[in-house]
């Protein structure tokens, strides 16, 4: 067991459970620790984000990311419930693999899942991550997420190829997004693994933010575009059901298109 990481998680439930602010000598009392070490273990738990100062007061108290992480966790389980029978239908109608996955950071993470029962399908595997850029339910939920140019440049840092089909580009990649946007679900061309091809949708929840995404994964050799569109068609209307049943209503109001980049400006001017 790593003692130090240890420490740290035992401080940091201590001080949620106090319920008030506490100071370097009260977490120095109730682990029986040196207040310098008490002091040290705070000050660390401060630069990870996981606890503040009072710089009025020096005391401390857990920071709201400690909220924010339960809350997501409590949503993603709900979520993964309350849409399994949705995700189930869709893959009895289409033999293809069905998952649900949730953004998080420059990743998707995959909740839940229906493999094909097909003799040439395409796998995915629950908890397993991929570069949202790469694939389709990580573009759907990109392209849900209405983000400035700067800020969706700083989620994704350098697009890295993992196929020769990837997209590397940025500019690229808000092409690819505003397409996306503009006809309602993403596409994967074998942009993440060869021979396998994708399509994703996003689903919104009451708030009308897209929480989850709901996409298929299909060997190429079954990823025609009459083959894709009619796929695509069965997902959104999953997607929109799934949105349905999470007390999404849509509005009439159309969707506001993604910033575009000042290269594609350029272009156009």
Known sequence: MDSTLAKGLAAIEWMTRQQRDCRVTDLAQAFGMARSNAHRTLQTLVECGWAVQ?????????????????????????IGSLLRPHLA?????????????????AEIVYLDKFDSPLP?????RIGGRAAAYCVASGKALLAAAATDVPALHKRLGTLVAHTKSSITDFDALLLELERTRARGYAENREEWRLGVCGLGVPVFDARG??????????????????QARGLADR?????????VTLGYRASPAPATPLPTSTTKRRRLE
């Open 89 to 105: 239908l869709l893959a009895q109608q289409t033999g293809e693999t069905i998952h649900l996955a949730v953004l998080d950071g």
């Open 54 to 78: 009072d710089p009025n007061t020096s005391a401390y108290r857990p920071s709201l990311r400690l909220f924010e992480l339960g809350t997501l966790v409590s949503e993603a389980t709900d």
């Open 235 to 243: 997902l959104m209307a999953c997607a929109r059901d799934a949105s």
């Open 209 to 226: 933010q897209a929480v989850a995404a709901v996409g298929m994964s299909v060997p190429s050799i079954r990823f025609t575009r009459t």
């Open 120 to 124: 040439v399908a395409a796998y995915s």
